[in-house]
């Protein structure tokens, strides 16, 4: 089997981040998402970035709204983003 090229390699890395980024209202995806970010090295200091402060209130929000999520999981998933 021969080799992927950096091209390859880079447009594969470009659509898995254009499907994460399409669906983050599910969570399973967004727990994929922030993963991803993870293993990619990327971070964000979180006191000023007023985008990842938003994302917070929007999880939070969500939780207090849903059922279907549970408060533990979310918590353990926003204490990643801060990571």
Do not use: G, P, R
Request: without cysteine; glycine residues 0%.
């Amino acid at each position: 089997m021969a080799k992927a090229s950096l091209k390859q390699l880079d447009e594969l890395h470009n659509a898995v981040a254009k499907q994460l980024a399409d669906n983050l209202d599910d969570s399973k995806i967004l727990a994929q998402a922030i993963t991803f970010l993870k293993n990619n090295n990327i971070t964000v200091d979180l006191q000023e970035s007023k985008e990842v402060q938003n994302i917070f209130t929007t999880v939070n929000n969500l939780v207090k709204d849903s059922k279907d999520l549970k408060k533990d999981s979310v918590d353990s998933l926003l204490d990643e983003i801060a990571y």
